[in-house]
């Protein structure tokens, strides 16, 4: 059996993915970049393993008051940076789950708006944030503690 057909398609689909994965932060970063010339950015993001996860950004002036928004949804690399509206004039930190509902958001975007709120909060008062681990992870961080169990039995 030939396996060199098989090697190049494998490195054409992983360039494409590379290519795609590029074009996709190319968005992120664009839609940071302006936000980020307006003042501060509050971001916040809905992990998804096999779900649409969501990213949401806002620009706040020096008082926390939201002066734009911005959020990426999707599955796929396919998903680009769009304007989230709706809650220019608000304060970051009050935004609760009655505005995005108000919105009709969907559970992924809601996420991210509540935990872009809640990082900011957090930062606000003196905290720091901690990371989630990556779906991935924390599968592997079980695989773990089962042998360790299975070890010691």
């Excluded at 290519?19 to 980020?36: A, D, E, I, N, V």
């Excluded at 649409?52 to 008082?63: K, L, R, T, V, Y």
């Excluded at 957090?122 to 989630?132: D, F, H, I, R």
């Amino acid at each position: 059996m030939n396996l060199i057909p098989l090697i190049i398609l494998f490195c054409i689909a992983f360039a494409l993915q590379y290519l795609l994965t590029f074009l996709q932060m190319k968005s992120f970063m664009g839609s940071y970049r302006s936000l980020r010339q307006k003042g501060r950015v509050a971001i916040g993001k809905a992990k998804g393993a096999f779900r649409a996860g969501a990213i949401a950004m806002f620009a706040i002036d020096g008082d926390g008051k939201i002066l734009e928004g911005s959020f990426l949804q999707g599955v796929t690399v396919f998903a680009r940076a769009r304007a989230l509206k709706g809650f220019e004039g608000m304060d970051v930190g009050a935004i609760c789950q009655e505005d995005c509902k108000r919105m009709h958001l969907s559970g992924p975007i809601t996420k991210a708006v509540l935990e872009a709120s809640s990082n900011y909060r957090t930062l606000m008062a003196g905290g720091e944030l901690k990371e989630e681990p990556a779906p991935l992870v924390k599968a592997a961080n079980a695989l773990k503690r089962l042998a360790v169990r299975h070890a010691e039995a």
